[in-house]
């Protein structure tokens, strides 16, 4: 059926510390793949995407890993901050869907210790 | 930078009354997609709209809703009679480019059915 999700509910991690949010998917036909930051009372802010064609893709201290193997996906934060506290999801894109549905995981909740 | 905004951010009804949540998707976006989140869970997909018509619909998706895009700028979800499970968080969100791309999503409209 359809599914994404993570393998923790919460990460506490120490301010300056690496950080490391898994997240399984199931459909191996998808090929698109998000990673969505959210804030308490707000929507989903997007951080990085990653297409099936890539294994690994870096942004500003984000950087993602898939691996489409075991069909896993994994966001590390580098020296993260105590903004970076939200909670994280990651969604897929189906290959065969044109639309853009996404299928979202059911988030990971990251507390940043100072 | 340009953003979805979403109308109201907090919309209080009685069972059986009609809502219609309102987004402003960014100016030169061409699909259109409403989300719920259920306090405490993922994010699930509702339906998505291109061209004028809907494009995917989810199984919640069902005839008490429905989405109209009804001058340039708007982007409506209507539920015709709101049951008490109908309460959650709606994201409007909108996405530029065909096939595979980043949807940005809106703050939300916290929808609470007494």
């Known amino acids: 059926g359809e599914s994404v999700g993570l393998h923790l509910p919460t990460l506490s991690v120490q301010e300056g510390d690496n950080s490391i949010i898994n997240c399984a998917y199931s459909n191996s036909a998808s090929d698109y793949f998000i990673w969505y930051k959210q804030e308490s009372g707000k929507g989903p802010q997007f951080i990085i995407d990653?297409?099936?064609?890539?294994d690994k893709r870096q942004g500003q201290r984000v950087t993602v890993l898939l691996n489409k193997t075991v069909k896993h996906l994994s966001l590390q934060i580098a020296a993260t901050q105590p903004g970076d506290s939200a909670v994280y999801f990651c969604a897929e894109n189906y290959g065969s869907s044109n639309t853009g549905k996404l299928i979202f995981g059911q988030g990971t909740t990251l507390q940043v210790k100072p | 930078e340009p953003e979805v905004t979403q109308t109201p951010s907090h919309q209080v009804t009685q069972m059986g009354q009609e809502v219609i949540l309102r987004c402003v998707p960014i100016?030169?976006?061409?699909?259109f997609y409403w989300y719920r989140q259920i306090l405490g869970q993922k994010v699930e997909f509702l339906v998505s709209f291109y061209n004028n018509e809907i494009s995917e619909k989810s199984e919640i998706f069902d005839d008490q809703f429905s989405v109209e895009r009804p001058d340039g700028s708007n982007f409506t979800l209507k539920i015709r009679s709101t049951k008490l499970e109908d309460s959650a968080m709606y994201f409007c969100?909108?996405?530029?480019?065909?096939?595979?791309?980043?949807?940005?999503f809106g703050p939300g409209t916290r929808l609470t059915v007494l």
């Open positions: 990653i297409r099936s064609n890539m």
């Open positions: 100016s030169n976006h061409l699909y």
């Open positions: 969100a909108s996405r530029r480019e065909t096939g595979k791309g980043t949807q940005y």
